[in-house]
């Protein structure tokens, strides 16, 4: 299994509170991935990163900020939550290794996230 | 942008008989990769095929096969005598081979009748 950790687990909080996921990765791949889970809409990426300090905007990026400054550290940041961000959050990497990028993404457990 | 559809928000199956998942896609490009993940009420997605577009071969593991065709751009899942274990969500997702990013259809509910 790839090394993906998401912490923190679960979390509630309440409407406009700050909130921080992490996810860490020991697999020293280069791409990383925050996507939200909601039913009826599947899997919606959020951020993504390339490299340390290169990230981009996904399809469902207003009001979520992400941060990489190391490569095996990618975090997403709700600046003020609202009830609409509660969700599941999934984080997941890519490889470009050596040996060639298989294009599949790798999963962590997911973070569910309640907002009050 | 690409879009992944499945049309079957929710499916059932006799425990051992077989169940096939629709899954099409829109694009405009011609080298992509195609992927079914599974997820069971863990909430783990675990990676079930791959099918590389260049690939005539439909792709198989075990019980799980798919049928391309990318002519008409679809991308079935066929479970093959079906095991309580398979009960779980299923998601399709195309990823540009020129890309970063995946995109998920919205998923299929799969359940096993004892």
């Known amino acids: 299994d790839a090394g993906i950790t998401q912490s923190p687990r679960h979390k509630v909080t309440e409407t406009g509170t700050p909130v921080t996921l992490r996810c860490h990765q020991t697999e020293n791949h280069r791409y990383m991935y925050w996507y939200r889970q909601d039913p009826g809409h599947g899997l919606r990426l959020i951020h993504y990163s390339y490299g340390v300090k290169d990230t981009d905007k996904g399809e469902v990026s207003d009001g979520y900020s992400v941060s990489r400054s190391k490569t095996e550290d990618f975090l997403l940041t709700l600046e003020s939550a609202t009830s609409s961000q509660t969700s599941v959050y999934f984080c997941a990497i890519s490889g470009s290794e050596a040996g060639g990028n298989t294009g599949e993404l790798f999963f962590g457990e997911g973070s569910r996230l309640t907002v009050l | 942008a690409q879009t992944v559809t499945q049309s079957q928000p929710e499916m059932s199956v006799q425990e051992a008989e077989t169940v096939t998942l629709s899954c099409t896609y829109d694009?405009?490009?011609?080298?992509?990769?195609l992927f079914w993940y599974k997820q069971p009420p863990s909430r783990q997605m675990i990676l079930v095929i791959r099918?590389?577009?260049?690939?005539?071969q439909n792709a198989t593991e075990n019980r799980f096969s798919v049928n391309f065709q990318k002519a008409a751009k679809s991308f079935s899942l066929k479970i093959s005598d079906s095991q309580l274990g398979d009960a779980a969500m299923y998601f399709c997702a195309y990823r540009s081979a020129l890309g970063e990013k995946l995109t998920f259809g919205t998923g299929t509910r799969l359940t096993i009748i004892p």
């Open positions: 694009t405009s490009e011609s080298d992509y990769y």
């Open positions: 099918q590389e577009a260049y690939k005539q």
